[in-house]
């Protein structure tokens, strides 16, 4: 499986943006970039994902290099809801029905300053 | 929406007992997946469930067993629990090549 490097933590103020960086040179063409976070005592949550344009929910908006070989994760205005571990996931698509595992690290820790 | 629920909640264990953990999705997805995570790690995928009668393992099998008991459940069995198994238990749905929806999870400490 192809990997992704994250950083293990990041501060950012209330109410500012927050760019979360992902890094996942060996990816194929058939990866999608996922991201999922996870609050404290939670399980994860589904954030967003993308092939190769950039995207936007209303959770956040996702950022993919040209080259995609990195990502960012872009959460627009930061609130003391969103301090939580965000994982960055390459995910396959070319897998066959069902084999859709999900291959986690350890993750970037958000924490928000109020 | 109850989406994916696990219980119990929280489980102590002594050496060498068994258990089973249950999961429960109201979401009618195919796949099913058992997850573990240790303190300050990311999930390790045990066991996973492509359809109704189908089980596959993950990552981290040994010392597990799993029953796709129908289409909704999704059990996790403890034949003998070692303290190398304590951890947080995480079960998740999903539909093909769409999001996983993961439970709140059961902590499980074995003495």
């Known amino acids: 499986d192809a990997k992704t490097t994250q950083p293990n933590s990041m501060e950012s103020n209330e109410e500012e943006p927050v760019h979360l960086p992902c890094n996942h040179s060996t990816i194929s063409g058939t990866d999608y970039i996922h991201w999922y976070r996870q609050l404290p005592s939670q399980g994860p949550e589904y954030v967003i994902h993308g092939l190769t344009s950039n995207v936007n929910n209303r959770m956040a908006s996702l950022a993919i290099a040209e080259d995609r070989k990195s990502s960012t994760l872009i959460l627009h205005r930061a609130t003391l809801r969103d301090a939580a571990v965000y994982y960055c996931i390459l995910r396959d698509a070319s897998v066959w029905f069902g084999n859709e595992k999900l291959t986690f690290g350890t993750g970037t820790r958000l924490t928000i300053i109020p | 929406n109850a989406g994916v629920t696990q219980t119990p909640k929280f489980q102590v264990l002594k050496t060498g007992q068994s258990m089973t953990l249950q999961c429960a999705q109201d979401?009618?997805?195919?796949?099913m997946y058992w997850y573990r995570q240790d303190p300050g790690m990311g999930l390790r995928l045990i066991y996973y469930s492509a359809s109704e009668g189908t089980t596959d393992k993950g990552e981290v099998p040994n010392g597990y067993n799993v029953s796709r008991l129908n289409k909704r459940e999704f059990s996790l069995r403890l034949e003998s629990a070692a303290p190398s198994q304590t951890s947080v238990y995480f079960c998740?749905?999903?539909?093909?090549?769409?999001?996983?929806?993961f439970g709140d999870g059961t902590r499980l400490s074995i003495l």
């Open positions: 979401m009618n997805h195919n796949s």
């Open positions: 998740a749905s999903s539909e093909i090549l769409q999001p996983q929806h």
